[in-house]
């Protein structure tokens, strides 16, 4: 499965803008996503923890889960958000769970941000922005979340605690920058601003309200 209309940094920036219109239109349509994993190699490691937004709720499945929420919440968003998604998320996600079908639209905010002169990955942009988040994920990076995964599969509860909480915050980040990358395209442009604030989609009420740890 190839997720397709990927939004490049060659793409048209009109074009973009427009898609990212049609995006507003349908805000409960949109799907923010974010995996974490034992490594980075599509090929070799597994995801750990998959967390979305969609809808109003924050979800999260842990590895050995069962992932039919998120079968389901694909099945009904049309715009897909990520991260370095294109390069990372969905490989990981189309390699083990080839039964989900990812949405025809995907914008990687990695390359929407160089389009408007946001460079770095999402925590120095979110830095660069003054989105504040992290509170206490704030010291967890890739690396340490490969360690709190090994943490809990030796019984640390706690750990996968603090793994599922970095996870919620990277996928409820992503809104605000969306947000920030749709006002800078229309200064650019010239073109109507967006009235959908994507924060509250992305980070709706409870997010932070973590689901039980087994």
């Not at 947000?179 to 932070?208: H, K, Y």
């Amino acid at each position: 499965m190839r997720t397709r209309r990927l939004a490049r940094p060659h793409a048209n920036l009109r074009k973009l803008h427009a898609q990212l219109v049609e995006c507003s239109r349908y805000p409960e349509r949109v799907l923010f996503l974010d995996v974490e994993t034992t490594g980075l190699n599509p090929r070799h490691d597994e995801i750990t923890v998959i967390g979305w937004s969609f809808g109003g709720c924050a979800r999260t499945i842990v590895r050995g889960a069962d992932p039919s929420l998120l079968r389901s919440d694909l099945g009904h968003a049309k715009f897909l958000i990520t991260f370095n998604g294109g390069r990372f998320d969905t490989k990981f996600v189309t390699r083990e769970l080839p039964e989900m079908v990812l949405p025809k639209v995907h914008f990687d905010l990695m390359y929407l941000c160089r389009h408007v002169g946001l460079l770095g990955g999402q925590k120095e942009i979110e830095k660069t922005l003054g989105i504040d988040f992290r509170d206490d994920a704030s010291t967890i990076t890739g690396v340490t979340a490969v360690a709190l995964w090994r943490k809990y599969l030796q019984g640390d509860r706690e750990a996968l605690r603090r793994l599922i909480l970095y996870n919620r915050v990277d996928v409820a980040a992503m809104g605000a920058i969306l947000d920030e990358v749709i006002r800078r395209m229309s200064a650019r442009s010239e073109l109507p601003t967006n009235d959908v604030c994507f924060r509250d989609w992305s980070a709706p009420a409870g997010w932070r309200v973590l689901p039980d740890v087994q």
